[in-house]
Nanobody
Framework: QVQLVESGGGLVQAGGSLRLSCAASGRTFSSSAMGWFRQAPGKEREFVSAITWNGGSTLYADSVKGRFTISRDSAKNTVYLQMSSLKPEDTATYYC???????????????????WGQGTQVTVSS
């Protein structure tokens, strides 16, 4: 059974940092693209960042570029999201996602991802 389990969320003051982790199990994800999305109350789930199977290419939403860094450890089947200079508008539930096959271009749409975690809450206070 495939599982993606996020951790590392919490409450932090504006300007602070958090590192999210996503541990994958049930199959190898060494050939998958991995992504992070977030969803705030009353809003649609939005793309945050994605990374290729070998970590050689990354993609970020404009709203987090320069503040967030995605990385992966394929040996551990884990992907990370280092978040710095956090803002109140970053408050959301953050979801990890994975594709079955590696796409030609890193996808930013939710429909392109095949597996999803249960989410971890990030709250940034002002």
């Amino acid at each position: 059974q495939v599982q993606l389990v996020e951790s590392g969320g919490g409450l932090v003051q504006a300007g602070g940092s958090l590192r999210l982790s996503c541990a994958a199990s049930g199959r190898t994800f060494s050939s998958s693209a991995m992504g992070w999305f977030r969803q705030a109350p009353g809003k649609e789930r939005e793309f945050v960042s994605a990374i290729t199977w070998n970590g050689g290419s990354t993609l970020y939403a404009d709203s987090v570029k320069g503040r967030f860094t995605i990385s992966r450890d394929s040996a551990k089947n884990t992907v990370y999201l280092q978040m710095s200079s956090l803002k109140p508008e970053d408050t959301a539930t953050y979801y990890c996602a994975a594709t079955i096959y590696h796409p030609v271009v890193l996808p930013t749409s939710t429909g392109a991802y095949d597996y999803w975690g249960q989410g971890t809450q990030v709250t940034v206070s002002s």
